[in-house]
């Protein structure tokens, strides 16, 4: 056969196959669709966005925050404020803004309407009147004026779902603008900029990642093989992976998003895994004396099946991740586990093409290269078998520890929870906490019950009940609702006076202010809170990121205050909104860990009791792979580590790739056996044999995971060093642990005998 022809043939292919995985690789986009991380398939999301197309988004805004040292009542202070809110205003995608130097005060009289503002900017004698009576009207403390007169606020309606290249504009302008006023003192929250921010530092860190796998790569296979051709080979294999996976998301057209900008490093790290295997087995038969073509061929046969199998748990540990409902999670899964059998395909394609064309490496150097490793791993198992009670000892005392660990895990996330707790953007939204309302949305449905409307007086009753208590009790502020609206309209019809921002005190009083309101209901400031019909209405406000844990049970207590003191003759609700469906992401996290875990549980044990036909075999291959996720949990809790949805995938990606020693030790030790080798000899062998390769393959491994704790992602970060620390742990209870466990508690059957 001419292998030489052969190999020239899947080059070519691959080279093709690589020209297309490039073009559409350089088709993909870097995306942060906020909406995608809500709960696919989950009821609230279909009601939410029935009741978003009503009444619009509630999460289309910028606030911008500015501070002035001494008091915000300094006019030059006001007039640059003034300056910003005009030019704001002229921007494209902008569709209102709500500012302390144009918020007024509507006055209804029998003659005419007029407006009063609350703030004379150009007229610095009247501060002290305008200073009482900000600080004396509801509604405009915590959210344009800080309760401190130091700061006000600025708050920005966009048009709905802007993208990134026209929120890109609007912030490059709004910065020039800030600079051009030497308003420096500012703090900026909001979609848009979370958008524009969270893509660059994508952008960014993608770059990072790969640099530094790159380099970490080729140092440890500088290590290993000590020859140019070992560094250079498995480089191109594991980048020709890269290329591949990237490639098919671009046929697919999906972006790269904050979950997918992991891929490129995870299938670099994982793909050489199954190089270094077959490389490793490739150089021991050349120490052996065995020729080039005879040595390939050893290498397919008996590191094949095990490669396959470690690929398949691998991609099925990312595949779990499909039983998630959060969509760039799926995607990462999915797009992840088709690159790691793309790698798997071009390891066992290339490479051995590489290698017959290739000049056979010297025996000599070859066998002077890996002597020193039998001795090492001789002297290592030598030491586990003198000390099984020690090592079974110390694995019993962590898993006890460990699950008081566990116990003490928290299920909680934030709006922000990627970004660490010192990025700006953090403590820009910390700012808006501290010195006006937050910034956390909240949406409650008001539906009047048939018959009725928002605005008939029973109604406007219940909506204000729930108000008082929200204000109160929940912790809401910066609240618009068809009762705020009433109580605007009757101060206005009462002289603009305080004193008469309340309901009115009676049905005729009402009937007067829906007169006003029906000449108002064009006005953009009713159509988004109640419809035109007046049947529903919306309730919404701000408030600090308490986190959902605490949230939802704010929204258990507020559902038991409607439900005992709201009369549903009159008034229906639901609570909705964006902040709500993150909250649920929590409802699904465990479940969803679960589900994953069981799934790659099932799949291992199928795959080990395929190989040998021992349900004991199944059970003593999952302790050393369990343990290890049993210790970072057990981390986890003592460190105080929330779970949250991307701090959850962890676990089944760890697990799935941690499990490949134990299955390439598990394969070595069948051939050993079938062999007619005797069990402690069978490990001896298989210790020896597979020991180098596990060793080298979790070091690059952990290496390569490690450079993501650089990440200012809080996710990626711990994804990076809890799966680098479950393959640490995993390495060390596969060559302490699962000799022992085998040894002790495995019995081969006759077929394995000699």
Not at 45 to 68: C, E, M, P, V
Not at 414 to 440: A, C, H, M, N, W
Not at 465 to 494: H, W
């Amino acid at each position: 056969m001419n292998y030489k022809k052969i190999s020239y043939l899947v080059l070519l292919l691959v080279a093709l196959l690589t020209a297309v995985s490039v073009y559409y690789a350089s088709k993909l986009r870097f995306d942060y669709n906020f909406d995608n991380f809500f709960p696919k398939g989950d009821p609230d999301l279909a009601y939410y966005f029935s009741y978003r197309d009503k009444f619009g988004n509630d999460n289309d805004y910028i606030l911008i925050g500015l501070d002035n040292k001494g008091s915000l009542f300094d006019q030059q202070f006001l007039t640059k404020v003034d300056s910003l809110t005009r030019f704001i205003q002229r921007q494209p995608h902008v569709e209102s803004v709500l500012s302390p130097t144009t918020v007024k005060s509507p006055v209804i009289e029998q003659f005419g309407y007029f407006e009063i503002p609350y703030l004379h900017p150009e007229e610095p004698e009247r501060f002290s009147q305008d200073s009482a009576l900000i600080y004396s009207t509801a509604g405009l403390v915590g959210t344009l004026f800080s309760e401190d007169a130091t700061s006000v606020s600025l708050f920005v309606q966009t048009t709905d779902d802007l993208g990134k290249g026209a929120s890109d504009t609007l912030m490059t302008a709004l910065y020039q603008e800030l600079d051009a006023l030497g308003l420096q003192e500012h703090h900026i929250a909001g979609k848009a900029l979370a958008q524009s921010v969270f893509i660059e530092k994508m952008q960014v860190e993608l770059v990072l990642f790969m640099s530094a796998s790159i380099l970490l790569v080729i140092l440890f296979l500088w290590i290993t093989f000590r020859t140019l051709w070992g560094v250079l080979v498995p480089l191109l294999i594991v980048l020709l992976a890269v290329l591949w996976g990237l490639g098919a998301m671009g046929i697919f057209n999906k972006p790269i998003d904050v979950m997918t900008v992991l891929l490129p490093t995870i299938i670099f790290v994982v793909g050489m895994s199954d190089v270094i295997h077959i490389l490793s087995r490739y150089l021991t038969e050349l120490s052996h004396g065995t020729p080039k073509i005879a040595a390939i061929k050893i290498t397919m046969r008996e590191v094949g099946l095990a490669t396959l199998l470690t690929s398949l748990t691998t991609a099925v540990g990312f595949l779990t991740l499909l039983t998630t409902s959060i969509v760039p999670i799926r995607n990462f899964g999915l797009y992840t586990a088709i690159s790691i059998g793309l790698a798997f395909v071009l390891a066992f394609t290339v490479l051995p093409a590489l290698l017959v064309l290739l000049k056979r490496p010297d025996a000599q150097k070859v066998r002077y290269k890996t002597i020193s490793w039998p001795i090492m791993l001789r002297r290592m198992l030598r030491y586990i078998l003198r000390k099984p009670a020690l090592i079974l000892s110390v694995s019993a005392g962590l898993t006890l520890i460990s699950l008081v660990g566990i116990s003490m895990i928290k299920v909680d996330t934030t709006l922000l929870e990627d970004l660490g707790d010192e990025d700006p953007i953090i403590l820009d939204f910390k700012y808006f906490e501290q010195k006006f309302s937050g910034v956390r949305p909240f949406e409650l449905h008001l539906i009047a019950a048939p018959g009725h409307s928002v605005y008939d007086y029973e109604v406007l009753k219940e909506i204000d009940e729930i108000e008082r208590y929200l204000y109160n009790s929940y912790g809401l502020n910066f609240i618009t609702s068809p009762v705020t609206l009433v109580k605007t309209i009757n101060r206005a019809q009462n002289g603009g006076l305080n004193d008469y921002y309340r309901l009115p005190a009676n049905k005729q009083q009402l009937q007067r202010i829906r007169r006003q309101l029906e000449t108002f209901k064009n006005r953009s400031e009713l159509r988004n809170v109640v419809t035109p019909d007046a049947t529903e209405g919306r309730l919404t406000g701000k408030m600090t990121d308490i986190g959902s844990a605490a949230a939802t049970d704010l929204n258990d207590s507020l559902r038991a205050f409607i439900s005992s003191h709201v009369n549903p003759q009159y008034l229906r609700t639901r609570l909705t909104g964006s902040a709500l469906l993150l909250d649920k992401n929590n409802e699904y996290v465990t479940m969803n860990m679960m589900q994953g875990l069981l799934i790659a549980f099932g799949v291992i044990a199928l795959i080990v009791g395929m190989i040998f036909r021992s349900f004991r075999m199944v059970l003593i291959s999952l302790v050393p792979n369990i343990i290890p996720l049993l210790m970072i949990g057990g981390i986890m809790g003592f460190l105080g580590i929330n779970l949250t949805v991307s701090v959850s995938i962890i676990f089944t990606i760890a697990f799935g790739i941690a499990v490949d020693d134990t299955i390439h030790f598990l394969s070595k030790l069948k051939l050993e056996l079938n062999a007619g080798k005797s069990l402690p000899y069978a490990i001896k062998r298989s210790f020896i044999s597979a020991g180098k390769a596990i060793i080298i393959t979790s070091c690059i491994l952990m290496g390569g995971f490690m450079t993501l704790v650089f990440s200012s992602f809080d996710g990626t970060f711990y994804v990076g060093l809890f799966v680098s620390l479950t393959l640490l742990f995993a390495v060390i209870a596969d060559l302490f642990l699962l000799p022992v466990l085998i040894l002790y508690f495995y019995k081969p059957g006759k077929k394995f005998r000699g």
